[in-house]
């Protein structure tokens, strides 16, 4: 099984930014892919941004491209997420998942809040 801890969540005013990390522990960092989702109140999960694990191809919700970018450090067993430009419609706790090149986001953080006020 693979633990993952997010930080980084926080309240800020709307255009500002914010730096998510996530921490994984468990199993081989590299070989998995990883993403962001997000939960606003009242809402579904959704998908925000996936990085595979070579951190060579990424890809984002089309709502937070270049707002949004996602790296990781396979060395530091770490996932990020730079936030810039921040909007109240950002709002929600956001989490941190990994997966197997071909499986399914199995593996989930415990979440981080961020919002956005205007």
């Known amino acids: 099984q693979v633990q993952l801890v997010e930080s980084g969540g926080g309240l800020v005013q709307a255009g500002n930014s914010l730096r998510l990390s996530c921490v994984a522990s468990?199993?081989?960092?590299?070989?998995?892919?990883m993403g962001w989702f997000r939960q606003a109140p009242g809402k579904e999960r959704e998908f925000v941004a996936e990085?595979?694990?070579?951190?060579?191809?990424?890809t984002y919700k089309d709502s937070v491209k270049g707002r949004f970018t996602i790296s990781r450090d396979n060395a530091k067993n770490t996932f990020y997420q730079q936030m810039n430009s921040l909007k109240p419609e950002d709002t929600a706790v956001y989490y941190c998942?990994?997966?197997?090149?071909?499986?399914?986001?199995?593996?989930w953080g415990q979440g981080t809040q961020v919002a956005a006020s205007s």
């Open positions: 998942a990994g997966r197997e090149v071909f499986g399914s986001y199995d593996y």
């Open positions: 468990g199993r081989t960092f590299s070989n998995y892919y």
């Open positions: 990085i595979r694990g070579s951190g060579s191809d990424t």
